[in-house]
């Protein structure tokens, strides 16, 4: 089995999001091999800019399928794989959104990624436009063992944003579950995109032996704070203009992301 603090050994790592262009099979794709281009820059901006990890998420697919389509799965193991073989210095992880956890797995072992994000792992949660979403974290474990991808990382959100709980429960028993379940990490986020979650959260989520990893809401302005309450973040929005990651802004973020690690 993989370990969080042996993939990730620089402390409190920061992964940075590549937020892939749509992908073949969705209205205003350009293509794969564009994908894979757009892809790779922003591969290049992230380990320049001194980030750990890279995430890489088809964001712009629109509307977001609840379960991956062929051609989706297809596609992210393409660019997956020439993600991981053009790194250098950083880990690579993976996510198919909506939540294909299975899928995103099946991804990250054949393009030989470390780490997948999964939105829903222990929680039951809903959403209105798509009802309650499926969870069973011990077919998940089960299906990592059958493909071979044990030493891919589980990075699973707890109560992620945009979700509501189909039964109320603390954050601290939502991390307690989920790492009894077999996660290697839980994420912390706050109700949307751009939205930090409170030190209050992070402190509530931690205590498990489990990293505790901020996924939502990392910005120059609190990245200090919220860095000394957990163990590493997910950053998108803060370093992402105009779809693409900006080196300046991700040049800020880390400049006080580092003070944390001293």
Known sequence: M??????????????GMIHLPALPGYPGSKGINYTIRRAVAD???????????????????????????????????????????????????????????????????????????????????????????????????????????????????????????????????SAALARIKGADAVIVTGDASGDAPTVEHLRESAGHGLPVLIGSGLRPDNAEALLAECDGAIVGTSIIKDGSVNPDSLELLMSHARRQRK
């Open 2 to 15: 993989a370990d969080f603090r042996a993939v990730f050994s620089t402390p409190k790592p920061i992964i």
């Open 43 to 173: 591969l290049r901006a992230l380990e320049d800019g001194g980030a750990d990890g890279v995430l890489i998420e088809n964001e712009h697919d629109r509307p977001h399928r609840v379960e991956a389509a062929p051609e989706t799965i297809a596609a992210m193991t393409r660019i997956t794989r020439a993600v991981v073989q053009e790194s250098e210095t950083v880990v690579v992880g993976c996510e198919i959104l909506l939540n294909d956890p299975r899928a995103s797995l099946a991804v990250a072992r054949m393009a030989g990624a470390q780490f997948i994000r999964t939105d829903y792992f222990v929680d039951r949660m809903t959403r209105p436009e798509y009802g309650e979403f499926a969870i069973d974290p011990d077919a998940l474990l089960k299906y990592r063992s059958q493909i071979g991808a044990e030493r891919v990382l589980i990075l699973a959100d707890i109560q992620v944003k945009y979700a509501s709980m189909v039964t109320p429960r603390s954050l601290r028993e």
